[in-house]
């Protein structure tokens, strides 16, 4: 079955520029994740979704940070304005609601 | 989420068997042990997990000792593909409300397979 999808690959950006990533999870997985991975270090979630209701985002910097699943399949997360500190890499990643998560390839944010 | 302690580091020789463990002494009845790998500019990708019982999938054996405070994954036959950061994670498996539960990463094990 194919993996989870995301775009764009990289993605370089001023501060203070809007960025929008873009995850399409594997077919069927009710639940899809938004994790944010700063070099190294490990991933750290910002947003989970069960279809498309939100049922964590307690890690989501809200003020600048936004994330929609409409018909609960794929999913946008949207920086406006991004900062220095943004510069990471956006993982997604979907399971079924009782299931093993799986983690696309990521985008990777550079914010000059 | 309990936390898990790796090594920071390991060597392991191409053809050897890679022991990497893991601690976990504040696990509960539960949780699941994970195990996952990320390769380098890649996602994580699942390797193996268990709650009690040792596990053994294509990929890797997971031994969980009998209090549940420790675990090793092993990774039987080394190849320099294999080096990669191993996360060890504990997690309850999924909740009622909620559906599956999200992934606490540390700062995992970067295992290097030496040729």
Known sequence: EAGVAQSPRYKIIEKRQSVAFWCNPISGHATLYWYQQILGQGPKLLIQFQNNGVVDDSQLPKDRFSAERLKGVDSTLKIQPAKLEDSAVYLCASSYTRGTQYFGPGTRLTVL | ?115
């Not at chain 2, 890649?42 to 997990?49: D, K, L, S």
């Not at chain 2, 031994?63 to 080096?83: C, N």
């Not at chain 2, 060890?88 to 909740?95: E, H, K, L, M, N």
Request: overall charge neutral.
């Open chain 2, 1 to 115: 989420d309990a936390k898990t302690t790796q090594p920071p580091s390991m060597d392991c020789a191409e053809g050897r068997a890679a022991n990497l463990p893991c601690n976990h002494s504040t696990i509960s009845g539960n949780e699941y042990v994970y195990w996952y790998r990320q390769i380098h500019s890649q996602g994580p990708q699942y390797i193996i997990h268990g709650l009690k019982n040792n596990e053994t999938n294509e990929m890797a054996s997971l031994i969980i000792t009998e209090d549940r405070k420790s675990s090793t994954l092993i990774l039987p036959h080394a190849t320099l593909r294999d080096t990669a950061v191993y996360y060890c994670i504990v997690r309850v498996g999924w909740d009622l409300v909620q559906g599956a539960q999200k992934l606490v990463f540390g700062q995992g094990t970067r295992l290097t397979i030496n040729p």
